[in-house]
């Protein structure tokens, strides 16, 4: 009993320290236009530097949200949406 307690603290410190550290870096996409196509990258950065990307012609926008596959086939999208500022600020 006494070593899941532990475990149990461990983990939830770990989780703790690990979104903290994270929080600095948001999500953004990047959008580059080919001849063809329209290309977009989803990467992870700190959000000082969005406005010096935007100044040298990139088109970067910061992600709100992703929303898996499965929750779109579920049809609980709604759901997910109403869900997402409890759990991600």
Request: hydrophobic share 50%; aromatic share 18%; charged share 25%.
């Amino acid at each position: 009993m006494r070593n899941k307690v532990f475990a149990a603290i461990a983990f939830i410190c770990i989780f703790w320290l690990i979104r903290k550290c994270s929080s600095r870096q948001k999500a953004f996409s990047v959008e580059l236009l080919g001849d063809t196509h329209r290309w977009s990258f989803d990467f992870r950065a700190d959000p000082k530097y969005w406005q010096d990307w935007e100044s040298d012609g990139l088109q970067v926008y910061q992600k709100i949200m992703d929303i898996p596959e499965i929750i779109v086939a579920l049809k609980l999208t709604g759901l997910w949406i109403a869900l997402h500022p409890f759990f991600y600020k």
